[in-house]
């Protein structure tokens, strides 16, 4: 039955708002705070702040990178003493949103298809048993010939037979057909080979963007840049002169991050870099007023030990087609990622209404928290309870209109007593 009863009291019965009026300072104060707090939120963050009033569209834009510089090499194995320039180090020399520096490599000379013996780590064996013929090495370099041979064979211990090499007392590996020889995978050089001619490599970032709604185009090159300041000019945020230049030196990209300390250690093994270009435009002051902002930041962790840094292989081929070889590269160096962002916002009324109308709407918050006051924490809370909640039980039938009584002509006025 109470379930019933619930259900009849849901069904049947109707709720109706009535109005008492509460002659009390406290309470009275309390509702002006609330609502002046809203009309300030509305006002003052909402519409001045968060420009309410505005309609807003996303970036939309493409970016570029070019970078010049010289470098002489440290001493190291496979790589040739001559000056290296920006199509050297620069790889690929076109990147989308991006660029690659190579500040340090593992070179790998003259190889050539062939056989030679698969890496220990890869394909230790004893026997030729242990190297079936015609499979590839999981995860390592070629095609097993069948043949487990010295890791370090020459070729008069290629042409021993299988008992001799088994009986031998030398490390074998399966052999391979491969690029030969193979690659020596090492940790690179305690210091970067090009890492102290890095530093003041260069690169001229140009960026285009466009707010298609408003029909508005912008480069980071100003209009009244001239070429004589575009060849002399780098970037510096703190220069009214230069905080626009579109020249950024390398080092001081990280010395921008806080992260020069990480040069030495970045330019070895390698990093990931993002640079941040920024397009956050007021066009109620213009479009000429419409510049960008960078920052930057390192996205890898430098911390980590396992695989850190940044690295891939490039391969150089040379000689004809019969006669073909290789030069394998493993590059160390950093990626630099560009990242586009930011928004337009131009005054139009249709945000602003809706911004207006919205806040109206929240002012009705104020009576909800007074009701909440009102009714859990002052010493009167019962008494107001019972003038605003009123229960009525009327019958099905209509009174004749000489028999109803006449509604009273003033809401309930209540006087709180101190």
């Known amino acids: 039955m109470t379930i019933l009863t619930s259900l009849s009291s849901l069904l049947l019965e109707y709720d109706t708002l009535k109005v008492v009026h509460i002659r009390s300072k406290k309470v009275g104060i309390i509702n002006r705070l609330i609502q002046l707090a809203i009309i300030g939120y509305i006002i003052g963050y909402v519409i001045v702040y968060n420009k309410g009033y505005q309609e807003t569209e996303p970036v939309d834009g493409a970016v570029t990178a070019k970078l010049k510089g010289a470098g002489f090499p440290l001493n190291a194995s496979g790589v040739t003493r001559r000056v290296w320039d920006a199509s050297d180090y620069h790889i690929p020399p076109q990147q989308t949103d991006g660029f690659f520096v190579m500040t340090n490599m593992i070179i790998t000379p003259n190889q050539r298809n062939g056989t030679c013996p698969e890496s220990l780590k890869n394909k230790p064996c004893e026997t030729n048993a242990d190297c079936p013929k015609d499979v590839m090495v999981p995860a390592g370099n070629g095609l097993m010939t069948g043949r487990c041979v010295p890791f370090n064979a020459t070729d008069e211990d290629l042409q021993l037979s299988g008992e001799e090499l088994a009986s031998s007392d030398v490390k074998k590996t399966c052999e391979i057909v491969s ?81 020069e300390d990480q040069w030495e250690a970045a330019t070895k093994s390698g990093a990931v870099v993002a640079i941040d270009i920024s397009w956050n435009c007021d066009l109620d002051h213009g479009s000429e007023a419409c510049n960008p902002s960078y920052q930057f930041r390192r996205v890898d962790n430098p911390a980590v030990s396992l695989s850190p840094g940044f690295n891939f292989r490039f391969s150089q081929y040379h000689g004809s087609e019969s006669t073909t070889s290789r030069t394998l590269t493993k590059a160390y160096g950093i990626l630099f990622v560009i990242k586009i962002t930011g928004n337009a916002g131009k005054f139009s009324i249709v945000p602003l209404m809706v911004n207006l109308a919205s806040g109206l709407a929240l002012l009705g918050v104020a009576t909800i928290l007074c009701d909440f006051v ?21 019958t099905d039938e209509i009174l004749p209109a000489s028999m109803q009584t006449q509604p009273s002509e003033s809401a309930p006025l209540l006087n709180e007593q101190r």
């Open 179 to 259: 690029w030969c020889p193979l690659e020596t995978d090492v940790t690179p050089a305690r210091k970067a080979v090009i890492g102290d001619d890095a530093r003041n490599f260069t690169v001229l970032i140009k960026n285009s963007i466009l707010f298609r709604k408003f029909n508005v185009r912008r480069r980071n090159i100003p209009e009244s840049t001239t070429e004589a300041f575009l060849k002399s000019c780098r970037y510096d945020p703190h220069d009214a002169e230069n905080k626009y230049c579109p020249i950024f030196r390398l080092y001081h990209i990280f010395q921008l991050a806080k992260m």
């Open 374 to 394: 009102v009714l859990h924490f002052l010493q009167k809370r019962q008494f107001y309870h019972e003038k605003k909640f009123e229960e009525v039980e009327v």
